[in-house]
């Protein structure tokens, strides 16, 4: 029987990758002198700084910039809000979210189950959820309606077989 399983995953090394060019670009760009810009990435946290929140919003643009640019979805981002800091500084963490989560699963569990085929069955399996049918073009049509609606998270379709 045909599978598929759907997983939200996020490269970690791209993420890396355009905090440190986001940080590069903050800390030489003219709008940004005198503000003390951070940047700080550290397990599934990233931790902005910068003197006023007007600048912080400026450094998150910025960062957002370098994430699209290497293929990461702003999807993933799940950001507090920007909060108060020593000596008067702005400060906002964002965490990266990788993963299914249950109520997501169940989402997409409730969205595959609405298409009415009936040769398709999907279950959660820890972080991802396992699709099987009968057909191959039954699966395809439910990767297409899955890319259409929005979860609220990325997802990709890995582990396809017949």
């Not at 003390?36 to 946290?45: C, F, R």
């Not at 702003?74 to 500084?89: C, H, N, Q, Y």
């Not at 169940?106 to 999907?122: E, R």
């Amino acid at each position: 029987m045909p599978t598929f399983d759907v997983v939200s995953e996020i490269d970690m090394q791209e993420v890396r990758n355009a905090v440190d060019q986001a940080s590069r670009e903050a800390a030489t760009r003219f709008d940004f002198k005198g503000t003390d810009p951070s940047i700080e990435l550290a397990d599934n946290t990233i931790t902005l700084r910068c003197s006023t929140e007007e600048r912080l919003k400026a450094l998150r643009q910025v960062l957002e910039e370098k994430l699209v640019r290497r293929g990461i979805s702003l999807k993933s981002l799940s950001d507090s809000r920007i909060e108060e800091a020593a000596k008067g500084t702005a400060r906002q963490q964002i965490e990266i979210q990788a993963g299914i989560d249950s109520e997501k699963a169940k989402q997409v569990n409730k969205i595959i189950k609405a298409m009415g085929l009936k040769s398709i069955s999907s279950q959660t399996q820890g972080d991802q959820v396992r699709v099987t049918g009968k057909k191959r073009d039954d699966l395809q049509s439910v990767i297409a309606k899955l890319k259409e609606e929005d979860v609220g998270i990325p997802l990709q379709f890995t582990n396809f077989r017949d």
